[in-house]
């Protein structure tokens, strides 16, 4: 019994290690995801539902790629599960993943997220009088093994004005990786 137990703490503890939030996600893709014109990446810090509605057939016709009816249900069965909506956490999005030691060279430099609410956004707008870039995130929409995943990524110009797009990830050789981006919408 205890032999067992064992084991069964030893198995959940690596199954966490390998789970990664979202915002872990995000950094891993970064540079492929934002253009980089600006030191601060203004975010809605509302992370809204991804929602899901395609099988096999139709994501293939939209995207060129086949992924397996197995991964497609198993987004649209965690799609129904998944909370409405959650807030991003502005210290994980900005930690800094590697350590550097006074003698290396940074080649560039990670930009620093700001998260800022609907009022905040508005109030942006307001003050400026000018266009801006913010970013929305919908929460990540993953297949039971966390291998593959999807999310919508927003871009919000000015107030009425946005562009839009479902971006498909995949873990490949143990890094995220962006595989194609669809359903975009201006």
Not at 154 to 178: A, C, H, M, Q, R
């Amino acid at each position: 019994m205890r032999k067992h137990l064992i084991i069964l703490i030893l198995l959940l503890t690596f199954n966490n290690l390998s789970a990664q939030t979202d915002e872990q996600i995000v950094n891993k893709i970064l540079f492929n995801l934002f253009s980089f014109q600006q030191d601060t990446i203004l975010i809605k810090n509302l992370k809204t539902k991804t929602y899901f509605e395609y099988d096999s057939v139709s994501f293939e016709n939209m995207t060129g790629l086949t992924v397996s009816s197995q991964i497609i249900s198993e987004w649209n069965k965690n799609e129904e599960n998944e909370d409405f909506s959650a807030v991003w956490d502005e210290l994980s999005l900005n930690k800094i993943d590697t350590l550097f030691l006074e003698n290396d060279t940074v080649i560039s430099k990670k930009p620093i997220f700001k998260c800022l609410s609907k009022v905040e956004i508005d109030e942006l707008f307001e003050q400026t009088k000018k266009r801006q870039k913010i970013y929305s995130i919908s929460k990540i929409l993953f297949d039971d093994s966390r291998e593959n995943a999807i999310f919508h990524f927003t871009i919000i110009p000015w107030p009425g004005d946005f562009y839009s797009e479902t971006i498909l990830i995949k873990k490949v050789f143990g890094k995220w990786k962006i595989i194609e981006r669809f359903d975009i919408l201006i």
